[in-house]
């Protein structure tokens, strides 16, 4: 049963860079930039719609590793309960989905 009153439970995932982000990244770097400097360089040449899609496209390869995961450990779960389960005399229909392509992001 899903706790919908739990802090961690989430219907879509918001990520964000900020300039504070990048005001903090700048130290890290040993550099030096005030907000609007950053504002703007987020802000040129494209510069904060491919972080976007960098953002997406990694998300998407961390939740298609972690189904994988998911998905090895209930078929080796399962290959364990079959092998001392009795075998049932009804034929199962294989549900299988069918692969599916990657979103692209624009």
Avoid at 77 to 101: D, G, I, Q, Y
């Amino acid at each position: 049963m899903i706790d919908l009153k739990k802090k961690c439970w989430r219907e879509k995932v918001t990520a964000e860079i900020t300039v504070a982000h990048m005001l903090q990244f700048a130290r890290e770097l040993g550099t030096s930039i005030d907000a609007a400097e950053a504002a703007t360089f987020l802000n040129e040449h494209g510069r904060a719609q491919a972080v976007w899609t960098h953002m997406m496209q990694a998300g998407e390869e961390f939740l298609k590793s972690s189904l994988a995961e998911r998905t090895r450990f209930h078929k080796n779960a399962t290959a364990v309960t079959r092998s001392v389960m009795p075998h049932s005399p009804l034929p199962h229909k294989n549900t299988r989905p069918s692969e599916t392509t990657s979103v692209l992001y624009q």
